[in-house]
């Protein structure tokens, strides 16, 4: 029996800076659009339309070969097995039911994570719809992005995550929710940590305010989010969501690091 989901308040809104911020870069954005022909999201070649990607860099997309671990999707060498699980979820499965991301973090898809980064806001509607082409969302569920800490937040002017899972509610009717979860204390960058280092990082990083745990209590969770790497945020996040008594949470990614497969 499916559960019955509290209703969710809806988000709140944006800072004025945020707005602000938010409706500058958008000003920009068309003014350059009038004033210059319309560029690769990812190379930044001509192209017909705006915010789109190039012949080249729409075949150069990374996409990430099948078959896939079924619980962290991982690309795996192919064993001619329908299902498998590899060898890093057996030895410790991750607390998400599923993970999964259509392409490699290479190439155009990471020119494409880093510009949604870095002020291209308009490129997460592209991004989303690439998602949703490679695996259309389940026909339940709640979408909630991965948030950041809101100095970064109030650095940077916006979520990234939020502006995919936002776009992916639009496409799939799904409930998005991104004050279902708060990050709670602020982590260093993970850039140069270990594996081991990761995870003790964001370790106890994020929680479901009280308020609105009667909401996640049963639910289907899609934690939304630009890049899994080692994969310790999901990680913390996830613990965070069924610990405040999610029945399963599943990530989506845009892309992920893959390691290289070897054949066997």
């Known amino acids: 029996m499916a559960a019955t989901l509290a209703p969710i308040p809806p988000a709140s809104p944006a800072s004025p800076l945020a707005r602000a911020r938010s409706a500058a870069r958008a000003a920009s954005a068309a003014v350059l659009d009038l004033l210059m022909p319309p560029a690769c999201a990812a190379c930044k070649e001509p192209v017909a339309t705006p915010h789109g990607l190039c012949a080249a860099c729409f075949a150069g997309l990374p996409r990430l070969p099948h078959p896939l671990c079924t619980r962290c999707g991982e690309p795996m060498p192919p064993r001619g097995l329908v299902e498998e699980v590899c060898l890093s979820c057996r030895d410790a499965a991750p607390p998400f039911a599923s993970a999964r991301a259509p392409f490699a973090y290479d190439g155009?898809?990471?020119?494409?994570?880093?510009?949604?980064?870095?002020?291209?806001e308009e490129l997460a509607a592209l991004m989303a719809r690439m998602m949703w082409?490679?695996?259309?969302?389940?026909?339940?569920?709640?979408?909630?992005?991965?948030?950041?800490?809101?100095?970064?937040?109030?650095?940077r002017g916006y979520n990234q995550s939020a502006l995919l899972a936002g776009a992916l509610a639009r496409l799939s009717g799904l409930r998005h929710a991104p004050e279902l979860l708060v990050r709670t204390r602020?982590?260093?960058?993970?850039?140069?940590?270990?594996?081991a280092q990761r995870h003790a990082?964001?370790?106890?990083?994020?929680?479901?305010?009280?308020?609105l745990r009667p909401g996640v209590a049963g639910a289907t969770i899609l934690l939304v989010d630009d890049v899994l790497t080692s994969g310790a945020?999901?990680?913390?996040?996830?613990?965070?969501?069924?610990?405040a008594g999610a029945g399963s949470v599943h990530v989506r990614t845009f892309a992920r690091v893959a390691r290289e497969v070897t054949q066997s």
């Open 186 to 195: 602020r982590t260093r960058s993970s850039r140069g940590l270990s594996r």
């Open 233 to 243: 945020t999901a990680a913390a996040a996830a613990s965070a969501l069924l610990a």
């Open 133 to 155: 082409a490679a695996d259309p969302l389940p026909a339940e569920g709640i979408l909630v992005p991965v948030p950041l800490h809101r100095w970064r937040l109030l650095a």
């Open 201 to 211: 990082n964001v370790a106890g990083a994020f929680a479901v305010p009280p308020a």
């Open 108 to 120: 155009p898809a990471r020119a494409l994570v880093l510009r949604v980064k870095s002020g291209r």
